[in-house]
DNA sequence: TCAAAAGTGTTTGTTATACACCCATGT
DNA sequence: ACATGGGTGTATAACAAACACTTTTGA
């Protein structure tokens, strides 16, 4: 197979899922390492005609089936990062709802998993940083956007809105000003929808109202969390 | 000359000066276009052997004589942002007091300047989109982060850095409440020296004290304006 | 009836905002 | 005297933080 790919340059990607209260990454483990145990990125080659955006979204695809527009936060180039060949590599990050893709396993890939991004093992290379770096971006932007949304189902309970928070913040939060800090910025749309199936009172359900964001956003209004 | 450089791969730095009450950034013209009158950002390549973070301080001096620790901020690689070869840039940013570097000129360059960020030409390539999002990031990061200081001289009256937030900030503050907010923080030291040489009423003059603003870190401040 | 979470309301202290005002200095 | 910026004080409104309390539901 011939190689079109730009020298000395890879992607890789870090996607943050919610689940289950925590916040996970999607990590891989390659065949290449068979006798070893290294998780690893996802993360791939730039084709010579091919935005770098472009290439994110395609490798990830390619070795996890999860298709998702990202965030590119930086570029990570000390010259042993990788001991074997000088690579530089863009790193870009992705919010994402873990139940709705199904992940997917290519040949060149042993294991796809969402691990805990606050129990990681050490990865491959400098991965770690890599994630480290993604979350402290992740942090500043979920406080002034509300980027928040993606991690949750399309519709959700506030608690696992402020849950949410916690987590990435690595906080804790009042309920009731938790509760009405958020809906005084009529963002949240309360719909008639409840919870199923739990043991204690239902919680209603809220979608969060893109066309009323961005409408606000037009007026001068800012999020912040 | 023998290349010992990565091939596809660039830096380009936006360097930012405050000088008479704007914010402005470094460009370089250069020879090869003899021709054109374009301006763009100083720049240069990777060495096989060296960090990129080495690079871009590397290059900046070789380019412009400014000596600073840099900030990388994002990778550029659209296609065609470089009409004739395929290149990704990775970019960085700093902010330095324009006053305190001689400009320097190499024989590859024509010229050497300090340009307002908000009357900018057409630039090389995509250096105008460069520049956009290191503004965008340096926005984010000054109110959250006590670096604009380094755009001032050690010693500033309290108005120079009103101006400078309020340039950056592309707002304007209430003289009194921008001043006791920034005293309460007790970042700054209030020295016996005054302005000399003004046509008003002289106004003393302050150092940002790092060390303390390092304890206050410690005990969980966050600068925030 | 108890545990667990939903949901509402109130109180208190801190900040933000908007001003009014006086001071010092060179021209 | 006046323009320009230096510098202080205050009143009001908005907001954050803490928390007490009632409601609903399944086990």
Chains 1, 2 share one sequence.
Not at 16 to 36: A, C, M, P, S, Y
Not at 40 to 68: C, M, Q, S, W
Not at 152 to 160: G, I, K, T, V, Y
């Amino acid at each position: 197979m011939q190689n079109n790919y730009i020298g000395s340059i890879s992607i890789d990607s870090v996607i943050f899922g919610f689940e289950e209260d925590q916040l996970k990454v999607l990590l891989i483990k390659r065949n290449i390492d068979k006798d070893t145990d290294t998780w690893g990125l996802p993360g791939g080659y730039v084709n010579f005609d091919e935005d770098i955006d472009h290439a994110a979204e395609r490798v990830l695809e390619e070795r996890t089936g999860v298709k998702v527009y990202m965030k590119q936060f930086g570029a990570f180039g000390k010259v042993n990062r990788v001991p074997e060949e000088r690579y530089i590599t863009i790193a870009y990050y992705a919010l994402v709802k873990p139940g709705s893709y199904k992940l997917k396993r290519t040949k060149d890939d042993c294991d796809v998993s969402w691990v805990n991004v606050y129990n990681l093992p050490k990865l491959l290379y400098d991965h770690n940083t890599i994630i480290e770096f993604a979350l402290d971006n992740l942090r500043q932007r979920i406080r002034t956007e509300p980027i928040g949304f993606n991690l949750l189902p399309q519709r959700f309970p506030l608690l696992s809105l402020q849950r949410l928070y916690e987590v990435i913040l690595n906080t804790s939060f009042d309920k009731p000003n938790f509760r009405s800090k958020i809906l005084k910025m009529k963002l949240l749309i309360k719909l008639e929808e409840k919870q199923k199936g739990v043991a204690y009172r239902s919680a209603h359900l809220f979608k969060f109202d893109k066309e009323r964001y961005e409408a606000l956003i037009e007026k001068g209004f800012s999020f912040e969390l």
